[in-house]
């Protein structure tokens, strides 16, 4: 069972990455998925979330109009559009699983936005 982020890297202000994760070894479609990320020196904060079906969505207000979360079920990946990026998108970006209690993480992938 596992997660794997993908899609990371050194992208300058203003440009564009998409973010991949990738599940293994569970029911991908019956999970809720999210986006959460931590920069150096702080806590890891929320960024977006999808439910199991894709029908909702949700944003922190830091990212909304810039980010997008989507889900492909039948290739088991949730992703993360971001574009805009500003230097305090600067952070490790790490999915999450979760279903009532139950959560897990992914690994991480670094973005890192700096001319």
């Known amino acids: 069972v596992q997660l794997v982020e993908s899609g990371g890297g050194l992208v300058q202000p203003g440009g564009s990455l998409r973010l991949s994760c990738a599940g293994s070894?569970?029911?991908?479609?019956?999970?809720?998925m999210s986006w959460h990320r931590q920069a150096p020196g702080k806590e890891r904060e929320w960024v977006a979330t999808i439910t199991s079906v894709g029908s909702t969505t949700n944003y922190a207000d830091s990212v909304k109009g810039r980010f997008t979360i989507s889900r492909d079920n039948a290739k088991n990946t949730v992703y993360l559009q971001m574009n805009s990026l500003k230097p305090e998108d600067t952070a490790v970006y790490y999915c999450?699983?979760?279903?009532?209690?139950?959560?897990?993480w992914g690994q991480g992938t670094q973005v890192t936005v700096s001319s």
């Open positions: 999450k699983r979760f279903r009532g209690t139950f959560s897990s």
């Open positions: 070894g569970f029911t991908f479609s019956n999970y809720a």
